[in-house]
């Protein structure tokens, strides 16, 4: 049964005195990390086109493994429950503009790190904004109804969010909602394989998010989300070319990719949109939308490089035949710079990816050289050897395949996918630690040909470097945010004009300098306990019922799950029935049941209380005929569990240090600190809202004077 009860105005002072200093979700949930054998975060789209609207608390959400009828693989197995932390973040909703020219991008015919315009975008919307929420009911990994709270107006989002199909005028549009593991404590083992992420593939995916309350140890173990972020341009479909026909330099958007006897591939995917989902004026051809880099012209043309917190690298000249109608510079556009260091941290954005060349029969398809992902980690403190990279892709180690054909394989440039945004939070940098950092731009593809086509290849531009948000100090992390390398004409050292990205950008910071919203924090439940029973004026005899009242209240920021009630009963009072209220968004099993199989306690659970929130337990209880005359108590404990329990402590419940039941931990795991809050002792002298007076029932003469009851006790009557 649930009903909305009005709360003590004691309770509710305390309750909403912090509760918009930051969302603190569940501390300690999920325990350690135990399982890699799949992703650790679950990755949901919204259903279908939405306008997440700012105060908003629910969204309907698409199954795991599934959006609009394409299959996701490895979005991740475990569904949301009450308490969970989750984030919204908006993928993509920059808008460019689109005209077949210069302009194409920012609208600026100068935009561009060699300022000869077609890259940029003219407003980056929300794109890469985020927050905390945190759900208070359970989705299923099939999808369904989320609700939730967040920080905004009452008590939802504080963002707006968009889903929305391309159109004619702009791009698609995207966000997703992800499930955030809130550890105990975390210790990484590099037997285990390196921690990673499924790719963003248009809808979800590209970002790993973990809370750690305790102590993350990388234990010599990497985590490495590198070519995970936006994915590369398509690489062209080759045809032989033909007299007559030469390169344009003034493609910079096209909708197929093949226009007459020209020839384009494929724009990467960025903060403006995915092109396999169709862009404004097509998805082919040199300009650069936002942060994704632009494409080549014509069969065997550089591709342009990415771009994020540095701008990607111009791609190389493509075909030159000798036609007086060629005009170079044709390579494709690089994606543009996102971030600087005067903006609010407020924005994750993933690296956008390398535009397409020509890689004809290479096996190496342009939509390999994506961007690297984001990487969002909150931590109490952080220690240990091990790296953390979000680079953008390049291949390492090209080789020829064995085609006997004179002129092939033959491979063009494709840009090299830009560095990634990687996030650190650690509020006590108190331990040792020593962290290799890495955000670097994916190298261009250099080219690779056999016979005399030298001048027809373009390498690919490099990748723009990444984004490093850390306020881990330089002594303890070592950070790495390079520009991506152009690529060169096989075995030369000529590029064709394609240009080298620009080094990315590291911003120290400071919890406080962070918005409200997105303040990571070591905030606990503080739990108060109190016993009533429905009249301490009575009088009761052996035999007769009273009815109790056990009230559990949230007082402070952080939700409590898992929580279970104790309590014990007087000698020869036994159980007979309960009912279970709520407030808020408080919830629990419908039905008590006593989870103590010995039935010498009464022990109920598992609830969740979220900030403010109260569970009240009406219970019945039986008073035995042994019972004789005297005043008895009850007393009751929350337990709930530890946010910071060890890896060899899984099951380990605390409770508040005042009044805890003994035998009972009442200090956090590791720590001297006592858990806050209060639980209700009967036994003391100031605590008398649950006292029950037994009294013998008078006899005179042969009259027994008592209340009216059901039920009293004669002599040689059972319990």
Not at 66 to 87: E, F, K, R, T
Not at 282 to 295: F, L, Y
Not at 635 to 658: E, G, K, N, W, Y
Request: hydrophobic share 35%.
């Amino acid at each position: 049964m649930r009903t909305k009860n009005i709360l003590l105005l004691f309770y509710l002072c305390f309750a909403f005195q912090n509760i918009y200093a930051q969302v603190c979700g569940t501390p300690g949930k999920d325990g350690v990390l135990a399982d890699r054998s799949s992703t650790i975060n679950t990755y949901f789209a919204p259903a279908g086109d939405v306008v997440l609207a700012t105060g908003s608390r629910q969204i309907m959400l698409n199954g795991v493994g599934s959006n609009d009828g394409l299959l996701y693989d490895h979005c991740g197995s475990i569904p949301i429950s009450p308490g969970d932390l989750l984030i919204l973040i908006q993928m993509q909703d920059a808008i460019i503009n689109f005209s077949n020219d210069a302009n194409y991008g920012a609208n600026d015919p100068f935009s561009g790190p060699d300022r000869l315009g077609g890259t940029g975008y003219t407003d980056l919307g929300n794109s890469g904004k985020y927050e905390y929420i945190v759900a208070t009911n359970s989705v299923s990994l099939r999808g369904g109804l989320l609700i939730f709270r967040g920080m905004g107006a009452g008590k939802g989002t504080v963002n707006e969010y968009t889903s929305a199909a391309p159109t004619a005028l702009r791009g698609s549009r995207s966000f997703q909602v992800i499930r955030v593991p809130q550890y105990a404590n975390v210790q990484l083992d590099p037997i285990r394989g390196t921690l990673t992420v499924p790719r963003f593939n248009g809808k979800v995916g590209g970002v790993l998010a973990f809370n750690v309350a305790g102590v993350f140890d990388l234990n010599g173990d990497n985590i490495d989300v590198s070519a995970c972020g936006f994915l590369g341009g398509n690489k062209g479909r080759y045809f032989e070319i033909g007299d007559g026909e030469y390169n344009k330099s003034d493609v910079y958007a096209q909708l197929t990719a093949r226009d007459g006897p020209y020839r384009y591939s494929g724009k990467a995917n960025g903060i403006a949109g995915t092109p396999g989902y169709g862009f404004p004026l097509g998805s082919w051809g040199k300009g650069a939308p936002a942060n994704a880099g632009g494409a080549g012209n014509l069969y065997l043309a550089g591709g342009g490089g990415g771009g994020n917190a540095g701008a990607g690298g111009v791609g190389g000249n493509g075909l030159s035949r000798g036609d007086p109608r060629d005009t170079f510079p044709n390579g494709g556009r690089p994606g543009s710079n996102v971030y600087d260091n005067t903006s609010v941290i407020d924005r994750l954005i993933p690296g956008g990816g390398g535009g397409g060349g020509d890689l004809k029969d290479s096996g190496h398809g342009g939509d390999l050289f994506n961007g690297g992902a984001v990487v969002l980690i909150n931590a109490g403190r952080i220690t240990g050897t091990g790296s953390i990279r979000s680079n953008g892709y390049f291949l390492k180690n090209f080789t020829l395949g064995n085609d006997p054909r004179e002129f092939q394989p033959l491979v063009s440039g494709t840009g090299g996918g830009a560095g990634g945004t990687i996030f650190i939070n650690e509020l006590h940098g108190d331990l040792p630690a020593n962290v290799l950092v890495e955000a670097k731009g994916g190298n261009g593809l250099p080219t690779a040909f056999r016979g005399a086509v030298v001048s027809s290849a373009g390498p690919g531009g490099g990748g723009g470097g990444g984004q490093i948000f850390s306020s881990m100090t330089v002594s303890r992390a070592i950070t790495d945010v390079s520009k991506g390398k152009a690529g060169t004409l096989s075995g030369t050292n000529e590029t064709k004009s394609a240009a080298d990205g620009q080094d990315g950008n590291l911003r120290h910071f400071s919890n406080n300098d962070l918005p409200p919203h997105l303040r990571y924090g070591l905030c606990f439940p503080e739990l108060i306990t109190t016993v009533s029973q429905s009249d301490v004026t009575l009088s009761y005899y052996a035999g007769g019922q009273v009815t109790y009242f056990i009230r559990t209240t949230n007082l402070q920021q952080a939700t409590a799950s898992g929580i279970k009630l104790e309590m014990k009963l007087p000698l020869g009072f036994s159980f007979v029935s309960s009912e279970v209220f709520y407030t808020g968004d408080a919830s629990g099993p419908e039905q008590l049941t006593n989870l103590d199989t010995t039935a010498v306690r009464l022990i109920f659970g598992d609830f969740t209380l979220f900030p403010g929130d109260e569970v009240l337990i009406k219970l019945t209880a039986k008073i035995d005929c042994t019972v004789p005359p005297g005043i008895y108590h009850v007393s009751a404990q929350a337990l709930f569990p530890d946010p910071l329990r060890a890896a060899i402590h899984p099951d380990r419940l605390v409770t508040p240090l005042v009044n805890a039941f003994p035998n009972t931990f009442t200090s956090y795991e590791g720590s001297s600190t006592a858990v806050e809050g209060r639980n209700y002792n009967g036994n003391l002298p100031d605590c008398n809202t649950e006292d029950v007076l037994v009294i013998a029932p008078m006899i005179t003469g042969n009259q027994i004077q008592m209340p009216q009851i059901t039920v009293f006790c004669l002599a040689g009557d059972p319990v």
